[in-house]
Nanobody
Framework: QVQLVESGGGLVQPGGSLRLSCAVS????????IAWFRQAPGKEREGVSC????????DYSDSVKGRFAISRDNAKNTVYLQMNSLKPEDTAVYYC?????????????????WGQGTQVTVSS
C-alpha cells in the first residue's frame, strides 16, 4: 500500500518561498511517477507539476512555470516542490499524487494514490 504525506505548507508573504515535501511510504519510490496538484477555494483541482520515474523529466503548468521546481530524492522516498516568487493566487491546498509507471502527467485522472494535502497561504 502506498501512502503519501505532504508537509511544508504555511503562511508566506507575496514574493516569498516555500518548499513542500511529499514523503512516500510503501514500495520504493523509484518506479512511481509523482505529481503535485492544488485546489483553491471554490475552484477545481489543477495540476501544478510532475516528475517521471523513468528519466526524471518534468512538466509544469503555465501558471507556475519559471517559479516552481519539482525534484525527487529516491533514496529518501521524498519528492519536493520548491515554490519561489509566490503570489496570492498560489493560495490553495497542495496535494501530491503517485502512480506506478514511468510516465508523468499533470492530468488528475492518471493518479491512483493521493495525499491529504497541505495548506499554502500567500498573503501580506
Amino acid at each position: 500500500q502506498v501512502q503519501l504525506v505532504e508537509s511544508g505548507g504555511g503562511l508566506v508573504q507575496p514574493g516569498g518561498s516555500l518548499r513542500l515535501s511529499c514523503a512516500v511510504s510503501g514500495p520504493t519510490l523509484d518506479y512511481y511517477a509523482i505529481a503535485w496538484f492544488r485546489q483553491a477555494p471554490g475552484k477545481e483541482r489543477e495540476g501544478v507539476s510532475c516528475i517521471s520515474s523513468r528519466d526524471g523529466s518534468t512538466d509544469y503548468s503555465d501558471s507556475v512555470k519559471g517559479r516552481f521546481a519539482i525534484s525527487r530524492d529516491n533514496a529518501k522516498n521524498t519528492v519536493y516542490l520548491q515554490m519561489n516568487s509566490l503570489k496570492p493566487e498560489d493560495t490553495a491546498v497542495y496535494y501530491c499524487a503517485a502512480q506506478l509507471g514511468g510516465t508523468a502527467t499533470i492530468l488528475e485522472g492518471w493518479y491512483f494514490y493521493w495525499g491529504q494535502g497541505t495548506q499554502v497561504t500567500v498573503s501580506s
